[in-house]
């Protein structure tokens, strides 16, 4: 298809064939007539996974322009100057947002993003403040319950 910039990860998922078009930090599908854009993301997307109705996505930073001039001028440019490296959740019924994991340092690109059925769900606690610096957690998508 064209009009796809940099197209990564592609799933099929519940009968859909869905996308990363990276260069312009766009998720959706791909449908008989062409490109569906679901929703926007705040960085270059790699790393696409589901579970039920929830589609985890991988968002990097770019990289050095020196890098063969392959990151340059993307759409993804236009659309915001604060690009992030972070994992977001997203609702694929409704296109909500429903959390993100930002990273803040150490880290500038997620290469995929992949679910593993864990019976006992843990993070690691956040009471270091070494922990806090390396990512953010928003306060207003309290996700974590306890049992």
């Known amino acids: ?28 599908i791909m449908t008989p007539h062409g490109w569906e854009a679901l929703l926007f993301l705040p960085g270059f997307l790699r790393g696409l996974a589901f579970v039920g109705p929830i589609a ?16 340059e001028n993307l759409p993804l440019e236009q659309r915001t100057e604060q690009l992030q490296c972070a994992v977001y959740a997203i609702n694929i019924k409704t296109g909500a947002v429903l959390g993100w994991l930002q990273f803040t340092q150490g880290i500038a690109e997620i290469y995929d993003v992949q679910i593993f059925p864990c019976r006992y769900p843990l993070l690691v606690t956040l009471q270091k403040g070494e922990l806090r610096e390396v990512f953010h957690l928003p306060q207003s998508n309290a996700m974590l319950k306890k049992k």
């Open 1 to 28: 298809y064209r009009g796809l910039c940099m197209p990564h990860a592609p799933r099929l998922y519940q009968g859909d064939l869905w996308l990363l078009n990276s260069g312009t930090g766009e998720l959706g």
């Open 56 to 71: 985890f996505v991988g968002l990097s930073k770019l990289r050095d322009r020196t890098d063969q001039g392959i990151f």
